[in-house]
């Protein structure tokens, strides 16, 4: 039971990253039908950003608490990966908006590997050691251990995701993204300007990736140019597993598919006798999406993208 309830601790910390990188996902799928598989870059660009911050802060500031280093850092990521997805937006899928549904999706692919390509220039190829910002003494929940990273993964998903619960169903953008989903030919004729939802919409996404990629590089120590491929690809499939389109979806799918990876590597060993290990984890997230593909394709939740005209 300790074991259990440990990975049960690991798959909410994992879940929680999918499900923050999961709505960047759905957001702009369920606005413009894009899978912006450049995504993962946005959230490496947040990470890496941050990263350079908080060492610059430190040669500048070093009486500065690690907790006011961290979230200035992570504001600057989030501004940094908010121009960056938006430019993206702008240059890369505007143009072929109205292009057949292979012509987007091939760029998003080339803006994943350019920006993966331009990070290992400007940041170097090398891991870099994140700081750890934050006290290291872990407390106990029995023999389970849980650390303040970890919990503060937790209350900053939770927080983050009431803000935009808040956002699209209380505020004006919210309305408007919602109507541009619905429609957005109607939407313009109403008054709202799709382009200016669109943008908004990637801006929220790199925030929320961003604050994923602080997160992930926090919790485990290291940051790299890489580092946004296989996190945005499992967040996919958490979206696709709860429902892409469907907000709720993606984070019910981004923490049961945390739940089933670490679960599975706390007990991968001993089911197969052995022979395959933790660093086998992967497996999991691409076994998920295949069952969900071929029993209910369109996921846990279904999809609540109505049909345009």
């Known amino acids: 039971m300790d074991i259990l309830l440990q990975q049960i601790i690991n798959g909410l910390v994992l879940g929680s990253m999918y499900a923050l990188i999961a709505l960047g996902y ?16 946005v959230l490496m660009v947040g990470a890496l950003t941050a990263w350079s911050v908080i060492g610059w802060l430190q040669g500048v500031a070093p009486g500065m608490p690690a907790w006011v280093m961290l979230l200035l850092a992570t ?15 702008k240059f890369a899928y505007r143009p072929l908006r109205n292009a ?20 290992m220039m400007i940041w170097k190829p090398n891991v870099k050691s994140f700081p750890s910002m934050l006290p290291t003494d872990p407390f106990f929940i029995g023999e389970a ?3 303040p990273t970890q919990i503060m993964i937790l ?17 004006n953008i919210g309305r408007a993204m ?19 939802v669109i943008s908004a919409t990637f801006v929220i996404g790199a925030v929320l990736a961003a604050i994923a990629g602080v997160m992930y590089a926090s919790n485990y120590g290291t940051a790299q140019h890489f580092m946004g491929f296989l996190p945005g690809l499992k967040a996919f499939t958490a979206a696709v597993f709860g429902g892409i389109g469907n907000l709720a979806g993606a984070v019910v799918g981004g923490v049961l ?4 990876e670490a679960i599975g590597s706390g ?13 086998y984890t992967d497996i999991f997230a691409f076994i998920v999406l295949i069952i969900v593909l071929t029993l209910r394709p369109s996921g846990l939740l279904g999809e609540r993208v109505a049909d345009r005209a």
């Open 26 to 41: 759905t957001m702009v799928y369920g606005i413009i039908q894009l899978i912006n598989f450049a995504h993962g870059e």
């Open 75 to 89: 504001l600057a990521g989030c501004v940094v990966a908010s121009i960056v997805n938006v430019l993206i937006e």
């Open 100 to 119: 057949p549904r292979l012509a987007p999706l091939i760029t998003a692919l080339g803006m994943s590997i350019l920006l993966q390509a331009l990070a």
């Open 145 to 147: 251990v849980i650390t």
């Open 155 to 171: 209350v900053v998903t939770v927080m983050a995701l009431a803000v935009l619960t808040w956002i699209v169903n209380y505020t």
């Open 178 to 196: 919602r109507a541009t989903a619905e429609n957005p030919r109607v939407a313009s004729l109403m008054g709202v300007k799709p382009d200016s």
């Open 257 to 260: 598919l945390g739940l089933i």
């Open 267 to 279: 007990y991968l060993g001993t089911l197969t006798g052995g022979f395959l290990g933790s660093d």
